[in-house]
């Protein structure tokens, strides 16, 4: 049988000329539309289009007789050969249109071909080139979004939106991951007593303060987090370093170190993957913090999640004090004293007490939910837009902060806005100056719900200005 149809087809290729050929074949090859340059185009700057135009009017509309042979087959040049599967001549492009030769099996970006296999970063997307020529990117919804800082600038929502060169490239999930970093505090804590404060004389509360002018050098600026979600140690840090400002009167104005408690601080608490306040809070009471001087935050590099060797270790010295028993982790500073807290009280929700406690004590510590709208805040009153770039998406997670005073402005409908204002650990280029502002007396993202004070553990001692260096001083 196989015999029999060699022997007819050899028949009839004796019988059929040279053009009634490449007809037949033709017909064929169109019909079975086989890729022809599957290894991309080979001799692109071969005579080929180029011949049949000496014969025939080829290049454009459909003419099934505008072949050449090209390798061991015929290629086309009429304008029906440039579909999906091409089996154009590879002088096509360059003879009958003017421009080059596509790669193909290769992807288009900006005017230039790509093999398959290589691959772009769309903001937080990767995109790869497919062996259909496509690309195919990555569907994360990405921290920055265009459409999002377009729609919150466009609406009237009382903020502004802005990009964020440190946020670009990431995804929702990774800035809700790696940029925020406080635990929600369980139910045993979040029912924790709120302290009584008597309000009965109705305190005169001014409808601006702000503690830093108050309290001026003692205020200190925000830090930056970097890719840490360590919220917990850097709200609880700052709040008990403005605290002791505040309480010796300036005789000591130290910048506690979020690090000794990322390092340190680890009974239930991750460090860089997240902690709880109420444990930061334990370990500044029970343990104390060195200066951020003496042990200067180390943002990870690599992995988030990894957690640093303690490099502070500190001995009781009686009636609850500690002293360094080692030298800062640095060549450069000498400061090893240990801050303590007091222990730590809560707040009630109550705006009112929230604003009594700031103006006669100093900032507190709130947690905050954080939606992805959130990152990119420059400037205004903030308030949770729902504005997303994915309508669905509604993640978010529990971040913590420090309340450092409060006002209100007046938009030009004659309407009051009352806002908090509070730092963020988010460096000092996010938001107006690394301080935000937000809806205040609304419980806007949860801000009023548990709200923290402290006391610095401060001596008659500290308040005569000869705060010691200990063990590890070098001289
Ligand atoms: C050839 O194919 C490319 C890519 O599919 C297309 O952009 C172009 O318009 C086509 N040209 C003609 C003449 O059909
Ligand atoms: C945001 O900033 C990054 C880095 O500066 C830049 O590459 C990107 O194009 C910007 N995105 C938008 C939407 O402006
Ligand atoms: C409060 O401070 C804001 C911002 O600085 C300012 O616009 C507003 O006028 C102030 N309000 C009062 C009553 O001082």
Redesign the pocket.
């Known amino acids: 049988m196989m015999r029999l149809v060699v022997v007819v087809s050899a028949v009839l290729l004796l019988m059929v000329d040279s053009s009634m050929m490449e007809r037949i074949l033709s017909r064929s090859r169109r019909e079975l539309a086989s890729p022809l340059h599957t290894q991309g185009i080979r001799d692109a700057s071969g005579s080929y289009c180029q011949k049949t135009q000496e014969r025939l009017k080829c290049c454009h509309g459909r003419n099934d007789a505008c072949t050449v042979k090209y390798l061991d087959t015929i290629c086309y040049c009429d ?1 029906f050969c ?3 599967v091409s089996d154009c001549c590879p002088d096509f492009w360059d003879h009958c ?1 003017g421009i080059p030769a ?1 790669i193909i099996g290769s992807c288009k970006r900006d005017g230039q071909w790509f093999h398959s296999g290589a691959t772009y970063k769309d903001n937080c997307n990767l995109c790869t080139c497919g062996k259909n020529g496509q690309w195919a990117c990555e569907q994360h919804v990405c921290l920055i979004e265009k459409s999002m800082i377009d729609a919150v600038n466009r609406g009237n929502y009382g903020w502004k939106a802005a990009n964020y060169s440190q946020f670009w490239g990431m995804s929702l999930d990774e800035g809700l991951r790696y940029r925020l970093g406080t635990r929600r505090p369980s139910h045993s804590i979040m029912s924790m007593n709120e302290i009584q404060m008597n309000m009965d004389n109705n305190p005169h509360l001014p409808s601006n303060f702000s503690a830093a002018e108050k309290w001026p050098g003692k205020i200190h600026e925000p830090l930056d987090q970097g890719n840490c979600a360590a919220s917990w140690a850097f709200s609880t840090a700052a709040v008990a370093s403005d605290r002791i400002s505040i309480q010796s009167m300036g005789h000591m104005t130290p910048q506690l170190s979020p690090q000794n408690l990322i390092s340190c601080d680890r009974r239930n608490q991750d460090g860089c993957a997240g902690g709880r306040i109420d444990g930061a809070w334990w370990f500044l009471r029970r343990r104390g913090v060195v200066t951020e001087e003496c042990y200067p935050f180390n943002p990870p590099q690599q992995t988030p999640a990894e957690i640093t060797r303690c490099m502070m270790q500190s001995r009781s010295v009686g009636r609850g004090k500690r002293q360094a028993t080692t030298r800062c982790p640095n060549g450069y500073s000498y400061h090893n004293d240990i801050y303590q807290s007091t222990p730590p009280y809560r707040l009630s929700s109550n705006e009112k007490e929230i604003m009594k406690e700031i103006m006669e004590n100093g900032p507190v510590q709130a947690i905050l939910e954080v939606y992805g709208d959130f990152f990119v805040y420059k400037t205004g009153i903030y308030r949770h837009t729902g504005v997303s770039a994915v309508s669905q998406d509604r993640k978010h997670g529990t971040h913590s902060v420090r309340i450092t005073g409060w006002g209100e402005e007046r938009d030009y409908t004659g309407r009051t806005h009352k806002y908090w204002i509070a730092a963020n650990s988010w460096g000092k280029n996010w938001g107006e100056n690394g301080y935000f502002r937000i809806a205040r007396g609304e419980n806007e993202c949860e801000i009023e719900a548990f709200v923290i004070g402290a006391w610095g553990r401060i001596t008659m001692e500290d308040m005569h200005g000869n705060h010691h260096h200990h063990h590890g001083r070098r001289k």
Request: hydrophobic content about 15%; charged content about 15%; overall charge positive.
């Open positions: 304008q440039n579909r999906t249109l596509p």
